[in-house]
């Protein structure tokens, strides 16, 4: 038999595997060997089982051993595995990465544990204080694994020295991964959950499950789970980050208890990786929990995968291979015959469009949870505000935080600060001045001398600030940005005895910072809660009656296509956080309260926006309407990049394909970097007819500026 083995060599000329032979037909796809490689002995896995050699005409090396008894990937793991190779233009060797821990793959074998046993009753001398620990632990039970005595504080050499004078003896044992069957605390669905969790078991198809902020999804997450674990079966729930999991994971914790769920996600050590890997692998997790990676654990039968938030732009890897979960999920679900659920309040414009025309089945929970009323939304607009020294914050929104904390309710208050580029904005007609080529905002830069100018970081247009306004030919013309370095100290000096938390990258570095936070706001020891984009996602806080956008146009002026639907759905999550319990409000500030996206989004119109955006997609040729590829170049970049687009033009014109291709810098690169964007039906069909040396090759891209 002839097999086909990916090994752990970095050599970029074997990356999609060597065949190899061997005459134990047991090996399976996914088996774990030991091959020979260039004179010495190399790991490696099996990727593909071929019945017979092709030709007699060179010479096949065989597998030098098996390591392991049981795949370190499953058939439908490997299907996705492939299928990320060809899809996403990487090697096999680099779609791996996302699947096994670093190597050595010996280091993923179940562990032995050391256990301990009492033989000599007597105590040790007074002075041996960790040895009479030991000993009175050891009276009454039977045997001790060295994690159980670690954790009263036994040290190695106190087992080692009591070990030589023979007080104890050891053995070694094989871990144990599988737990007790899980007892289920079975979810009680509302009459409108019923039917949504229903509706979705009627279909093979992948669901959006499209709920209302606080509709209850987790609840039909819950059953979905309770499902596949009663099956002999294993869940996967995504969510966009893993600072997510503290607001769901208690209620998993009580379904199915603590011990049957594992939490996977990027910031785990290389030996926490392995040890969760070890653990999922051999059973002994029915549930994972976790970010984008999560999708990737070992789990040895698939039953259901959820994703949670499915809009979020976070479930995009932008790091080889640049897989979306969205879409690996749902090939992952295909090949392993798993359910694969996508929930959320706003979803992306490529979901929606799937739905309309098909491909996912829409469910809908159109009310919230114990028929709670939305909150009422207001809209400020910024331009006719006088701010003094204290902007961001309208004299509307400074009183109603006064007004909860005389109420003693709680504040949400939301800053933008993913987007730090500017954009030009007539304040009479309320337009942004847009670029020709892309139809999107141009960014305001200035050059060494410091003058302004406009560039367009899509097609890499630049033009001069104008006078006037093109539309309405006004000359109120304006910069607009963030403003939001000191919002902080403003709350401070105007609040001085409110208690302030602060959600952010600096303040949110591991999952536990998240779950305090929390604690202290579901206590009430916080009375203002002002954050990034953490505070709008999911969070269930029954105090909090305010939730506000301090600059809802900072989205609004990057230059991409994609601004609209991001600060929709931002602005969308926002006001599903306050009312939850108790009447609600919500206050949108803007300079911009006209457009669609605020509109829309304050009258809770999110099928309206969607159906409104997908026309204006399908009209000017952005995603879902057309597949797009980006060509990041970091060496020489301008001139290759030229280069590329040149090509790529002359064989679209030749294939008849229709192709729309542009370059420019990247908005943050420094103008050190480029990229090319190709938009159309089938882009991809170019690639292999192009130089690709050292260009980073992004497939369905997130970003493109």
């Not at 509706?199 to 596949?228: C, M, V, W």
């Not at 939301?414 to 309320?430: I, P, V, Y």
């Not at 410091?450 to 006037?468: C, F, M, N, R, W």
């Amino acid at each position: 038999m002839l097999y086909t083995v990916l090994t752990t060599s970095r050599s970029p000329g074997i990356s999609s595997g060597l065949t190899y032979e061997s005459k134990d037909e047991s090996i399976k796809e996914g088996t774990h060997v030991s091959v020979s490689l260039r004179n010495q002995l190399v790991e490696g896995i099996v990727i593909d089982v071929i019945k017979k050699k092709q030709s007699d005409t060179f010479d096949i090396k065989d597998i030098a051993e098996v390591l392991g008894n049981k795949p370190l990937l499953t058939k439908p793991q490997l299907q996705t595995l492939q299928w990320m190779s060809k899809y996403y233009f990487c090697s096999l060797r680099q779609a791996l990465r996302v699947w096994l821990p670093t190597p050595s793959w010996k280091n993923l074998a179940p562990k032995n544990e050391l256990y301990f046993k009492l033989i000599d009753h007597r105590l040790p001398p007074k002075r041996s204080f960790k040895q009479t620990l030991i000993v009175e632990y050891l009276k009454n039970i039977d045997w001790a694994s060295q994690k159980e005595l670690k954790d009263m504080g036994a040290e190695k050499s106190t087992l080692k020295t009591m070990l030589t004078k023979g007080r104890i003896t050891m053995e070694e044992r094989k871990v144990d991964y599988k737990t007790c069957k899980p007892v289920i605390e079975e979810p009680n669905l509302t009459k409108a959950q019923t039917q949504a969790y229903q509706l979705i078991n009627r279909s093979d198809k992948p669901s959006l499950l499209f709920g209302i902020t606080s509709s209850g999804k987790t609840e039909i997450y819950a059953q979905l789970i309770s499902d596949a674990v009663k099956k002999g079966k294993q869940a996967i729930l995504l969510v966009p980050e893993i600072l997510l999991t503290e607001h769901c994971i208690h209620r998993f914790e009580e379904l199915i208890g603590k011990e049957h769920i594992a939490v996977v996600h990027s910031r785990l050590t290389a030996g926490q990786r392995r040890k969760e890997w070890r653990r999922i692998h051999n059973g002994g997790a029915h549930l994972v929990i976790g970010s984008r990676s999560a999708l990737f654990a070992p789990v040895p039968n698939l039953g259901v995968v959820i994703i949670d938030e499915e809009h979020e732009w976070t479930y995009k890897n932008e790091q080889t291979p640049r897989y979306h979960a969205r879409e690996t999920a749902a090939k992952l679900c295909e090949f392993a015959k798993a359910k694969l659920i996508m929930g959320t309040a706003t979803p992306s414009v490529e979901s929606w469009a799937r739905a309309k025309f098909g491909e996912y089945q829409l469910v809908n929970l159109p009310e919230r949870y114990q028929n709670h009323p939305l909150p009422d939304v207001r809209v400020v607009d910024l331009t006719k505000v006088n701010f003094g020294k204290l902007y961001p914050f309208s004299p509307p929104l400074l009183n109603a935080i006064e007004d909860r904390l005389k109420k003693g309710e709680q504040s949400v208050l939301f800053l933008n600060r993913r987007g730090s580029a500017t954009s030009l904005m007539c304040f009479e007609c309320r337009r942004r001045i847009v670029s020709p080529e892309s139809n999107l905002p141009f960014t305001v830069h200035k050059d060494p001398q410091g003058k302004p100018y406009l560039l367009d970081h899509t097609s890499g247009i630049q033009a001069s600030v104008p006078v006037e306004c093109p539309a309405c030919k006004s000359t109120n013309l304006h910069a607009v940005g963030a403003g939001t370095q000191k919002i902080e100290d403003i709350l401070s000096k105007q609040f001085p005895n409110a208690r302030l938390l602060r959600a952010d990258s600096d303040t949110l570095t591991h999952p536990e910072h998240m779950r305090l936070l929390l604690k202290k706001m579901r206590e009430g020891h916080a009375d203002i809660l002002l954050g990034t984009q953490s505070v709008v996602k999911g969070l269930d806080l029954p105090n909090v009656t305010l939730a506000a956008v301090l600059i809802a146009d900072v989205g609004l002026s990057l230059p991409h296509f994609r601004a609209g639907e991001r600060i929709f759905q931002l602005l969308t999550q926002l006001t599903g956080r306050s009312g939850r319990a108790k009447p609600g409000e919500v206050i949108i500030q803007t300079f911009r309260p006209d457009s669609a996206e605020v509109k829309y989004a304050a009258n809770h119109q999110t099928k309206e926006f969607l159906n409104e955006e997908l026309k204006l997609r399908l009209h000017a040729g952005y995603p879902p309407a057309t597949n797009m590829i980006r060509l990041i170049i970091r060496e020489d970049a301008r001139t290759r990049a030229i280069q590329l687009v040149n090509k790529i033009k002359a064989i679209s014109n030749k294939d008849n394909l229709e192709l729309k291709v542009s370059s420019a810098p990247q908005m943050f690169g420094g103008g050190r970097s480029w990229h090319v964007l190709i938009r159309g039906v089938k882009p991809s069909s170019v690639l292999n007819k192009i130089d690709l040396k050292n260009v980073v090759v992004d497939i369905d891209p997130m970003e493109c500026v």
